[in-house]
């Protein structure tokens, strides 16, 4: 399988919305009522990079960093294909997550509590994972996942 990382363009947002996991729209919707092509325009729209993680030429996977007030808002968004290449998604998000904190003083975002992958995934990124509570738009529980570069913003 070939495996390439591009900037993003808007038909690679767009097959990665139609073609969305179930995980991720689970998710999207529990905290945001957003549907996918939403929740990606509104990632892509407050990053100040995105890129696409191409598959064999085939968009797997959306992935960014947002200002989150003086932290960062890392954030990935895939296809199922996502899971054919878990080495190589280990690598690349290991690499962009050091890019990402060289940036921001903390990385910040939001898990679902029933979403193991992902939380296993960020834990070997070097997140802490701090207990579910209510959030998003409908309470349901999320774990918020920080990492700290300067303890000041943690």
Known sequence: MKIDVQPAWPEA???????LSERDRAEIWAYSGKLPDEALAHSVGRSEECEVALFDGEPAAAFGCAPFGPNGS??????????????????????????????????????????????????????SIEPAKPAGLYGVPFHRI????SQQHC
């Open 13 to 19: 947002i767009d097959h990665i919305a139609k073609n």
């Open 74 to 127: 890392p954030w990935l968004l895939s296809t199922d294909r996502l899971r054919e290449a878990p080495r190589h998604v280990l690598s690349v998000s290991q690499e962009r997550v050091g890019r990402y904190a060289r940036v921001y003083p903390a990385l910040i975002n939001f898990v679902h509590w029933k979403n193991m992958p992902s939380l296993r995934w960020l834990e070997r990124l070097g997140f």
């Open 146 to 149: 920080i990492r700290c570069v």
